[in-house]
């Protein structure tokens, strides 16, 4: 049985020193951990994309649903998963629900786990 790891708020972008600075903390590795284990899901991984890529910068619940062929509850979850990883945010308007991927949380982990990846 998996190890389960504990609820943190990791809503913020990571922000801590490179993996490859030397050894992390506990806490450290803990909140990257749970980045990545918001990221270990082909659904998220996709939706994500799909949110990148949309030339209005944010999607609707039902099209994202409709996109990697699941039900919105299923889409809701997988979102729940990535906003409490900082990853996404989600604004109501009306009946639907938009989200929009946080690049700068994206930008943060991937400094910490490679501070030369991103230049």
């Known amino acids: 049985m998996p190890k389960t790891l504990p609820e943190l708020d990791v809503s913020a972008p990571v922000c801590c020193s490179p993996v ?8 450290a590795a803990l909140e990257i951990a749970l980045r990545l ?9 996709r939706l994500l994309s799909l949110m990148i890529s949309s030339t209005a910068g ?5 099209n994202l649903a409709a996109a990697v062929g699941l039900a919105e509850s299923t889409v809701s979850h997988h979102l729940s998963q990535l906003r ?3 990853f996404v945010e989600s604004e109501r308007r009306g009946m639907n629900v938009y989200h929009r991927a946080r690049r700068e949380s994206l930008v943060a982990l991937c400094s910490v786990l490679d501070p030369n990846c991103c230049r």
Do not use: I, N, W
């Open 20 to 27: 490859a600075a030397g050894a992390v903390s506990e806490d």
């Open 58 to 62: 944010e999607e609707c619940s039902s």
């Open 37 to 45: 284990k918001a990221l270990a899901d082909p659904v998220r991984v």
């Open 84 to 86: 409490r990883a900082g």
